[in-house]
C-alpha cells in the first residue's frame, strides 16, 4: 500500500495511524478531521475539563511537538462527505479526491438532537472539545448567579454532567424519559442504584418526564415537559445518546446499519476497516454485533483495525474484546466489563448495593457475560479475564474472590 487515509481524528483514528507507523507501514498517511483541533481526549469533557479542574491542552492526545514525529499528513478542518470504494477514493469538503490503497473509517459519533429545539443561547449538546467550553463558560455564569442547570437525559454522559455541575455549585435537575435511568442497558435493579446517586446528592432526578420543548426570549429559561409543568433553566445541556456518523458514506456501497458493518476482524470491505464508535462488528466472543460508544473501545479498536488492514482479510484476527468502561458520578466510581442485557441474571457477588461498595455480575444462559462495579476496583479487576474465557456464572464465582 503507498497510501493508507484515515477518516476521523479523534482516538480511534489517531490509534489506528499511529499502530501503521508502529507495525512498519512507511507509505504515505492521510489523517482526515473534521474538526480543527489535534486529537484528544473525550472523558474529561463532562468531568475534569468541565469542572475547570485541568485546561483545553491538557486533554491533548497529541502534543504539538509530536506532530512532526508521526510523519502523517494531517488534514484538520476538514469533512469527508463522500467515498467511492471502486475507484479508491475519499470525497473532502464536496469537492477533493483523496485516492488510497487502504482505508480506515474512523468518524465516530454525533450527539443526538432533541426534535424542534429553538435558537435559544443557553442549550447545549456535549460532544466536543468547543461544546465543553461553552458550557463551562454557561456553567460559571450560573453558578455565579446561583441558577439552575437542567440535563436532559440520564444516561452516563448526562449523569457526569449533572454530577460536575453539582460539585460546582449549580442548582440541578436531570429530566429523564424512562421509568428507571439505564434500565435498557444495566437492568431495573442497576439502573435504579445509578438513579439513587442523584437523589442523595441533592440533584432533583424525575423520571418520565418527556421534553416538549423549551421557552425563552433571547436565552433558554425554562424546559417543558409533557405533563404541562415547566422547569425553570438558566443552562440546557442534552445528552440523549448519539448516532454514528455514517451520512457521508450512504452512496458508498458499504453496508450501514446503526454503523459501518463489518466482520469479526473489522473489514467493511477489501482495503476498508472501520474503528470506534462508528464500527459495528462481529464479536465472536459474544456471538453477536456489537457497537461500542466507550473510550477503551476506540483506543483497542483503533489498534486492531490498522493491523487488520495491514494483514488483509483473509489473515486478519477477529477482534474480540470484553468491552470495559468507566464512569465517575459524586464519589463513585462506576466500572463495567463485559455485556449486560435487562432480562440478565443478576447477582451481587460482592459488598452492597446500598452501601455502594459492590460488584454484581450478569449471565446469560448460565455464562458469565459481564460485571458491574461501585467502588470496589479491586473486587472488580478479577472479572475482565474470566468473561473472556467463556466460563458458566458458578464455574467463574468458585475461581474470583469474594
Avoid at 171 to 187: C, R
Wanted: aromatic share 6%.
Amino acid at each position: 500500500m503507498r497510501t493508507v487515509v484515515v477518516v476521523g481524528a479523534s482516538l480511534a483514528g489517531l490509534r489506528a495511524a499511529e499502530t501503521l507507523r508502529q507495525d512498519g507501514y512507511d507509505g504515505r498517511l492521510v489523517l482526515i478531521g473534521a474538526e480543527e483541533h489535534l486529537p484528544y481526549d473525550r472523558p474529561p469533557l463532562s468531568k475534569q475539563l468541565l469542572a475547570g479542574r485541568v485546561e483545553a491542552d491538557q486533554v491533548s492526545l497529541c502534543a504539538a511537538d509530536r506532530v512532526e514525529d508521526l510523519d502523517f499528513d494531517w488534514q484538520l478542518g476538514r469533512q469527508a462527505t463522500a467515498l467511492n470504494v471502486d475507484a479508491h477514493h475519499v470525497v473532502v469538503d464536496d469537492s477533493e479526491r483523496v485516492d488510497f490503497d487502504g482505508l480506515v473509517i474512523a468518524t465516530g459519533a454525533s450527539a443526538r438532537h432533541l426534535p424542534g429545539v429553538p435558537p435559544l443561547d443557553g442549550i447545549h449538546l456535549l460532544r466536543t472539545l468547543d461544546d465543553c467550553l461553552a458550557i463551562r463558560a454557561g456553567l460559571e455564569r450560573v453558578v455565579a448567579g446561583r441558577g439552575r442547570v437542567v440535563v436532559v437525559g440520564a444516561g452516563f454522559i448526562g449523569s457526569e454532567v449533572a454530577a460536575t455541575s453539582h460539585s460546582a455549585g449549580a442548582q440541578v435537575t436531570v429530566l429523564e424519559a424512562l421509568a428507571t435511568p439505564l434500565s435498557k442497558a444495566l437492568g431495573e435493579e442497576m439502573g435504579a442504584a445509578c438513579a439513587s446517586l442523584h437523589h442523595d446528592n441533592g440533584v432533583d432526578l424525575r423520571t418520565g418526564a418527556g421534553v416538549s420543548g423549551f421557552h425563552g426570549q433571547h436565552r433558554v429559561e425554562g424546559v417543558l415537559l409533557h405533563d404541562g409543568t415547566t422547569v425553570e433553566a438558566d443552562l440546557v445541556v442534552v445528552g440523549v445518546g448519539v448516532a454514528p456518523n455514517t451520512g457521508w458514506l450512504e452512496s458508498s456501497g458499504l453496508k450501514l446499519d446503526n454503523g459501518v458493518v463489518c466482520d469479526s476482524t473489522g473489514h467493511a470491505a477489501p482495503g476498508v476497516v472501520a474503528a470506534g464508535d462508528v464500527a459495528r462488528w462481529h464479536n465472536p466472543l459474544f456471538e453477536t454485533d456489537m457497537r461500542v460508544e466507550h473510550w477503551t473501545n476506540a483506543a483497542e479498536g483503533g489498534i486492531a483495525a490498522a493491523r487488520a488492514l495491514l494483514a488483509g482479510p483473509e489473515k486478519a484476527e477477529p477482534y474480540a474484546p470484553v468491552p470495559y468502561f468507566w464512569s465517575d458520578q459524586y464519589d463513585v466510581k462506576i466500572q463495567f466489563c463485559g455485556r449486560a442485557r435487562p432480562d440478565d441474571e443478576l447477582r451481587v457477588v460482592h459488598g452492597s448495593v446500598a452501601d455502594r461498595d459492590f460488584v454484581a455480575a450478569f449471565a446469560r444462559h448460565g455464562r458469565l457475560t459481564g460485571a458491574l462495579a461501585f467502588n470496589a476496583g479491586r473486587e472488580f479487576a478479577g472479572y475482565q479475564r474470566p468473561i473472556a474465557r467463556r466460563p458458566s456464572l458458578e464455574e467463574a464465582m468458585a475461581h474470583i474472590p469474594a
